[in-house]
């Protein structure tokens, strides 16, 4: 198969979420049943090292699918989000690739939407729609400002929270903007993340520095770097559950498979990735005293949040 064939190359990474991963899978099956028929959508699932039996489940669901092109990729471990989602990538022949949680369900239209978005805009670098989540709100990731000392010290102190639509507060959900419009922000969420696969390429896709979390923030950046735009389209929606496989949500927690030691894995990654985000980004462009403030308020944070992990699990 030559690069392009497909129109759009769907990355979906699992690990220990069997039956929610298949949700998602099904949610496009059958709201795009025409697109994965003739093969202009493929399905590429590739799986960190389940114990839940994943692979065998999922080798069996291609054989009866009616999806032409889908492939079930061992990862040969646990490996995180970006060295999972980057095994997919020599799978994908499209000329564009998205990167969908596997908690998700894919609503009829949007991705139909959301690539003809693209094709009318080739100054896009990555796109995302509207994510909800299941209580109906939606979930500020996949709309964001950088996270700047400033912008995070709003965002962790909850001043924006107070001042939610303000543009000095607010920088890092942008509260201001129209959610149900189109518009630039700085970043979208990795849990959907509709990338021209020429600019994925560009950049060199995920940045493996990151385990989980941030890295999401990196791409984003990464790509505005290079002159491209990224675009939050609010005219169409996909619902994203949000924390499934990291279980560090409280909206979740009910239905997660993480233990506590995973759950204390996980958030210790995601404060690192700030302190990898700042590294790379940041260093040079605030004076060393603001950084080591920087540093010292993640570590404050990353010992508060186990702490309270470990007294209430």
Known sequence: MNKNDVLLSIIILTYNAKEITLDAVSS???NYLKEVENGKFEIIVTDNASTDGTLEFFKNYKKKTKIKNFDIIDNGGN???SKGNNKGIPYAHGKY??????DTIVYKDSLNYML????????AGAASCKLINKDGEIDFNCHRGFPTPWNSFCYFSHLQRIFPRSKFFAGYTQGWENLNTTHEVDAIEGAFMLVPYEVGKKVDWWDEDYFFYGEDLQFCYNIKKLGYKIYYVGEVSIMHIGG???GIK???ANITTANIDAKIMLQTERFNAMKIFYEKNYKNKYPKW????VEKGIDYLK???IKSLRVNN
Not at 97 to 102: A, D, H
Not at 116 to 123: I, L, Q
Not at 290 to 293: E, K, S, T
């Open 244 to 246: 499934a496989s990291s």
């Open 303 to 305: 010992n508060k949040t």
């Open 116 to 123: 003809e978005f693209m094709e009318a805009h080739p100054d």
């Open 290 to 293: 603001l950084f080591w403030l």
């Open 250 to 252: 409280k909206k979740t």
């Open 79 to 81: 490996i995180g989000f």
């Open 28 to 30: 496009i099956e059958k």
């Open 97 to 102: 690739v998205l990167f969908l949680n596997n």
